[in-house]
């Protein structure tokens, strides 16, 4: 099953905000793992993130949501801050 991925409009803003080498190791583990099986690729998060995954990269994670054929990355940030981030993004 071929997964189309789509992009909040501030993810390019959170990548710029990550270091060139981690940035490459995201973009293989979103080409990599995320296209081919995103349910195997994450974990689901709970309570107020319900319905959504995370992907981890190191300290980093990906948020991201599957719908049918398209996972939508919402954010992608260092473990510390990326679920309250999230959080706001969503309201």
């Not at 905000?17 to 974990?43: F, H, M, S, T, Y």
């Not at 919402?74 to 309250?84: A, F, N, S, T």
């Amino acid at each position: 099953m071929g997964y189309r991925i789509v992009y909040h409009c501030l993810v390019e803003e959170d990548i710029q905000q990550i270091p060139a080498n981690i940035r490459k190791r995201i973009q293989d583990a979103i080409e990599n793992r995320l296209i081919i099986e995103p349910v195997q690729a994450g974990k689901p998060l709970r309570q107020s993130l319900k319905g959504f995954r995370k992907m981890r990269v190191g300290d980093y994670r990906i948020i991201y949501q599957v719908e049918k054929e398209t996972i939508i990355v919402l954010k992608i940030g260092h473990r510390k801050d990326v679920y309250e981030k999230v959080w706001k993004r969503m309201n």
